[in-house]
């Protein structure tokens, strides 16, 4: 990174795309593309995947639970279901329905919500460390912030995310039969579930805009542009998410024979799939953004075509992990031209014994 990069909203960058010239915007889609594969976008999704799958059935089977605990448990995993339903391929909505059914109709559904809860949010934690890895590769910085700053900012995006998944099951749960309940209760009558009718999407499209926004906003390592709720990026994800997601089940309805292939795993084999053009529109997206700066800054006249201009958060880390390199090739060398090699002074265990020795010695003096 340079050492004194341009602040992140310097007056000389465009301040809206739509400042941007012709051939900036044909330079950075044609970029995007080229650094997608070159920053390993597709395997980077995979992993996310992995991630995703570790976070999903925790997190489904705590917001089950507390539906199980607080209202109607079975009627509730239809409406989510059928939800769901609308959004992803069939055969995802039939893995999820059974073992849904089964914890929504337990005696033990307080116990597998706190259960539910723990493992979500540690699953939700790795992923969200590994979209940090993600975005910090696609903006072309090392992660500078010591795990003691890093790790905690991570969990407080998850607890975040989980508490924004809840509330849009929740939000889910009081509307058909339960809504109407509460709507003759008030002598509202159909009113209530009419406007809910017509307001629900938005409202779940706008908890999809807050997800992706602080993902793209609090992962990586970089001071970013001005914060926008909706960033080119968010609208591109977005708009790509859908279209896979229409254009998987299309397919899978006119041309897949996964059931012959896979019989009973089909479900669990779509859900996978799913999973992964989720976080493949994700990272498109992120990339995206990434190269809109970049053209911000290459028709601002700011050397950005080989790195961004942009400051990062923290170096510590990265600082370490320079001078840990360093020594490590001079050792190297040592190795190889056959000489001794010296005793290290550098590492944890001897600083910290150092650290304690000059403790013990300050005590000592003070007595």
């Given at each position: 990174m340079p050492t004194n990069p341009p602040p992140p909203d310097d007056a000389v960058k465009a301040s809206w795309p739509t400042q941007l010239r012709k051939q900036t915007w044909a330079y950075l889609a044609r970029r995007t593309l080229h650094e997608f594969?070159?920053?390993?976008g597709i395997?980077?999704?995979?992993?996310?995947?992995?991630?995703?799958?570790?976070?999903?059935?925790?997190?489904?089977?705590?917001?089950?639970?507390l539906i199980g605990v607080f209202g109607d448990g079975p009627g509730t995993v239809d409406r989510l279901l059928l939800l769901l339903d609308q959004v992803a391929p069939g055969s995802v909505v039939e893995v999820l329905r059974t073992p849904l059914?089964?914890?929504?109709?337990?005696s033990t559904a307080?116990?597998?919500?706190?259960a539910g809860m723990i493992a979500s949010l540690w699953s939700a934690s790795a992923y969200v460390s590994a979209f940090t890895r993600a975005m910090n590769r696609i903006y072309e910085v090392p992660e500078g912030r010591p795990y003691w700053k890093r790790k905690p900012a991570q969990l407080a995006v998850t607890v975040f995310l989980v508490i924004l998944v809840l509330i849009i099951a929740i939000i889910v749960a009081?509307?058909?039969p339960i809504l109407r309940s509460l709507g003759g209760a008030l002598g509202w009558g159909n009113t209530a579930v009419t406007v809910w009718d017509i307001t629900k999407w938005p409202v779940l499209v706008a908890a999809v805009i807050t997800i992706v926004t602080v993902l793209y906003a609090t992962t990586p390592n970089i001071h970013q542009p001005r914060f926008r709720w909706l960033s080119p990026g968010a609208i591109l994800a977005i708009g790509l998410l859908g279209a896979a997601s229409g254009g998987f089940a299309y397919y899978l309805a006119n041309f897949a024979s996964y059931n012959r292939t896979f019989g009973t795993l089909t479900g669990v084999i779509i859900f996978f799939v799913w999973l992964f053009l989720v976080n493949v529109s994700l990272l498109f997206g992120a990339e995206f953004n990434t190269e809109l700066e970049r053209g911000?800054?290459?028709q601002a006249?700011?050397?950005?075509?080989?790195?961004?201009?942009?400051?990062?958060?923290?170096?510590?880390?990265s600082d370490l992990a320079q001078r840990t390199a360093k020594v490590d090739e001079q050792l190297g060398a040592l190795l190889r031209e056959g000489e001794p090699l010296p005793r290290r002074t550098d590492t944890l265990t001897h600083r910290l014994g150092a650290a304690v020795l000059s403790l013990l010695e300050r005590i000592r003096h003070r007595r």
């Open positions: 594969v070159q920053d390993g395997d980077a999704a995979a992993g996310l995947t992995f991630f995703s799958v570790l976070s999903v059935f925790p997190a489904a089977v705590a917001i089950v639970s059914t089964d914890i929504a109709t337990t307080s116990f597998a919500l706190i009081v509307s058909g911000r800054e290459l006249g700011i050397r950005a075509e080989a790195q961004l201009q942009l400051p990062t958060r923290d170096t510590t880390t």
